[in-house]
């Protein structure tokens, strides 16, 4: 559109006005506005086509002309505005808001009818960042596919790990720029929460920083695949060892890659974690064959030298009030049947004695360890016990057994569930190895009420067991 520049400008440019009884269409002149009785119009009528607010009435225009529509005011509840279109339905001709429309060249009059359309509006919260800038929501029409935006929070020390439909990242995930799909059935208000995890080390990077460790020597690391942190050390077998129990929630949802754990190839767990309190899980399901776990929540046991039974605490914070020593070293942690240690949707071949099993839910890098063998000295339990000890048993011993359930093992007494009851928590425990004792019982390492530690026990595969990982 041209606008004159001197007062002398004769050019004419025709504006649409807005219909009222003392303002007819006219054509600017100079500076003057007055009615052109020859120029031939149309009227363009804006109609809400169901919409519940807001009022735009007809605009006088010239036939033939190009006139910029003006901005939608209408609404309509649980819609979004999707443009102008020729007939009610949607299958004229579209044009988006505020876009050129070009009248008819003879007057005829035209209306074009506001289109609604279900979408998913999406808002980021940034979840105890430190800086960064802030993220406008964004809107997602129904059925199509939009990358979210790059995340642009920060927060010292750390890195994103995801975005996650809920703030302790218990809902639906998503990765920094993945594609998310609108809802094709209704419009939906999204939050999504950055996560966040430590920015290293990671403990899927174990070759690079694991030479630097001293026998003797704790360090934290980071699992990528949940932010989640974990406390490691170099023992005396010279083999680093998670020194607290796994913690990691398998989702049907959530893919475990070679990139991030000790599996070949991509794995997709056949059953989500189930999460309980207390001592009833009524999700569990007891089955030799397919992958069950179960996660009790944030629970910490702590061992004293002279106690019978360990001390459970429903968090850190009560656990040191107690006892200044506790740590993450006592979390713990979730509970595995062997199908779900081992990272396998289907166990019912693996059947062979001292075979072990390839695969893992440990991170990459890291395995489980094996048990007893044809020979003590390849099995990785009964080295550590012998070495940390100072002596091994394939049955029950009690020489050195502080040493295991306290520093520098920890091996707290979690119990074991089967039947879908959590049984012997605070007095028995028990932690998967890789190794076989035929298709339905698996080896491990079993912690007793009465002091005992036996590296060679062995346990039906479909019961819930501690998982501690070692380094490849």
């Not at 029409?141 to 979210?148: F, N, P, Q, S, V």
């Not at 974990?230 to 959530?254: G, H, K, S």
Request: hydrophobic share 30%.
């Amino acid at each position: 559109m041209y606008k004159p520049t001197e007062e002398n400008d004769e050019t004419t440019i025709y504006y649409a006005f807005y219909i009222t009884p003392d303002i007819p269409y006219g054509t600017y002149t100079g500076n003057n506005i007055h009615y052109d009785a020859t120029l031939n119009t149309t009227t363009v009528t804006l109609d809400g086509n169901g919409a519940d607010s807001g009022e735009m009435g007809e605009y006088v225009v010239p036939a033939g002309k190009s006139f910029m529509l003006p901005q939608n005011i209408y609404t309509k509840t649980g819609y979004v505005f999707n443009g102008w279109n020729t007939e009610p339905s949607g299958t004229g001709t579209t044009y988006s808001d505020q876009a050129n429309f070009v009248t008819p060249s003879t007057p005829e009059n035209t209306t074009l009818y506001a289109q609604w359309a279900h979408a998913t509006t999406i808002s980021f919260d940034s979840n105890g960042s430190t800086g960064g800038k802030a993220m406008q929501p964004i809107i997602i029409l129904a059925g199509d596919t939009k990358k979210l935006p790059t995340n642009t929070y920060t927060k010292d020390g750390y890195v994103l790990l995801e975005w996650n439909t809920e703030r302790d990242g218990t809902g639906d995930f998503y990765a920094d720029e993945a594609d998310f799909t609108a809802d094709t059935t209704e419009s939906a208000s999204i939050t999504l929460y950055a996560r966040w995890m430590k920015d290293g080390p990671y403990m899927q990077d174990v070759a690079t920083w694991g030479n630097a460790l001293s026998i003797g020597e704790e360090m934290t690391a980071i699992d990528k695949r949940d932010g989640k942190s974990y406390i490691v050390a170099r023992l005396a077998d010279n083999n680093i060892w998670m020194t607290q129990n796994l913690d990691l929630d398998l989702r049907t949802d959530r893919i475990l890659t070679p990139e991030n754990t000790d599996v070949p190839e991509n794995w997709a767990p056949a059953n989500s974690t189930v999460r309980f309190t207390g001592y009833s899980i009524g999700d569990w399901v007891d089955n030799y064959d397919t992958p069950i776990s179960a996660d009790p929540g944030e629970l910490y046991l702590y061992t004293s030298d002279s106690a019978q039974e360990d001390y459970k605490y429903t968090s850190l914070e009560d656990c040191v009030a107690a006892h200044p020593d506790c740590s993450m070293h006592n979390h713990i942690g979730n509970y595995y049947n062997w199908s779900a240690a081992v990272a396998n949707n289907d166990t019912s071949g693996m059947t062979t004695l001292y075979d072990n099993a390839p695969d893992s839910i440990c991170p990459a890098g890291w395995r489980l360890p094996t048990a007893i063998g044809n020979s003590h000295e390849t099995s990785d339990l009964l080295v550590a016990e012998e070495i940390i000890t100072g002596t091994y048993s394939t049955t029950y011993t009690t020489d050195g057994f502080t040493k295991i359930r306290r520093s520098p093992m920890w091996l707290i007494r979690p119990g074991f569930i089967r039947t879908g009851v959590l049984v012997n928590s605070l007095y028995h425990g028990g932690y998967w190895s890789s190794t076989i004792n035929n298709g339905y019982w698996a080896y491990s390492m079993y912690v007793s009420l009465a002091n005992h530690a036996y590296p060679a026990s062995y346990d039906p595969t479909r019961i819930g067991l501690a998982v501690r990982c070692m380094a490849q």
